[in-house]
């Protein structure tokens, strides 16, 4: 199997956000001076927009985190340094779902800059001798400043070494990378098994722990949100796209999963017990499977 022609590795960089917290230096050298120490010792940093305070920030920072954890949801790990493994069943829906997320992230930071004047003027209102023109950038430098950069580049092919270094240094070469490479998917797909079973642990746990005072009144006295059910359905159908190696164990146990877990409605669980508990058990042992998998996968990739 050549991976080279089944993925590609992507990376998500955003760039240029303003942090809305500045150092004051004045009130730092003031400090040291008081207690005669050195300047260096610390640093009074202003706050100069709080999230809690302004709605319109705190909408930035969570579409900004929904991005991130959208890359990394629709993605496989792959080095230490932020790259991350698409596989070619994935790209359209990633591209897709990425450039949607960003053109969020984009309104609302559009939304918090259109703010900023007023919020100067109630900084400059609020922070009385505290308050300096300089702690606040004009919106259209910030509004230039922002960068979010999605990067696809193909993956290293061992084959295709090109620096002639004698035949037997490229051979050593071309196995080091093929080593390497085989360590990472198997990383990957490691994390693949992770994810679902965490998923499924905890559909099985919030499902397994409803409670009701029946019969005598029928109210719920331990609930579950219908999460426990769609978590998963959302996750087993992204998975197929994700199993890069084309596991039929992954294969296998996604269609076990959709047959046996994903085909009630949260509803339907919390109004029937007998149903609850079929879905409760074949979670519990669904999770088991996959935890036999991942031991198998973690012995693996420590000994590679």
Request: overall charge neutral.
């Amino acid at each position: 199997m050549n991976i080279s022609e089944r993925a590609m590795l992507v990376t998500l960089s955003i760039k240029g956000v303003w942090s809305a917290v500045a150092e004051d230096e004045r009130i730092s050298q003031e400090v040291a001076q008081r207690y005669a120490v050195s300047a260096e010792v610390g640093r009074y940093m202003k706050k100069i927009c709080d999230p809690k305070k302004v709605p319109s920030l705190k909408k930035f920072n969570s579409t900004r985190n929904e991005l991130y954890n959208l890359h990394r949801e629709l993605t496989l790990p792959w080095d230490d340094h932020g790259t991350r493994l698409l596989p070619a069943a994935m790209y359209f829906d990633y591209m897709q779902k990425i450039q949607s997320a960003k053109a969020e992230m984009e309104q609302a930071y559009e939304e918090f800059l259109r703010e900023i004047p007023a919020l100067k003027a109630q900084a400059r209102r609020d922070l009385n001798g505290l308050f300096r023109e300089e702690d606040w950038p004009e919106p259209d430098a910030l509004r230039r400043r922002l960068s979010i950069r999605i990067k696809v580049m193909p993956m290293a092919d061992a084959n295709d070494f090109r620096v002639k270094l004698g035949a037997e240094e490229e051979a050593k070469i071309r196995q080091q990378v093929n080593q390497e490479v085989f360590q990472t998917l198997a990383n990957s797909l490691l994390d693949l098994v992770r994810r679902l079973k965490t998923c499924v642990e905890d559909m099985h746990d919030r499902i397994g722990s409803y409670k009701t005072d029946s019969p005598v009144s029928g109210k719920t006295i331990k609930r579950f949100t219908d999460s426990a059910v769609n978590n998963l359905r959302e996750l087993v159908e992204i998975i197929p796209k994700l199993n890069v190696l084309g596991s039929p164990e992954i294969d296998s146990l996604v269609q076990e999963i959709r047959n046996s877990l994903c085909r009630y409605d949260a509803q339907d669980l919390r109004d029937n017990y007998l149903l609850r508990r079929q879905v409760v058990k074949g979670a519990g042992e669904v999770a088991k499977k996959l935890a036999a998998i991942e031991s198998v996968l973690a012995a693996n990739v420590e000994a590679a």
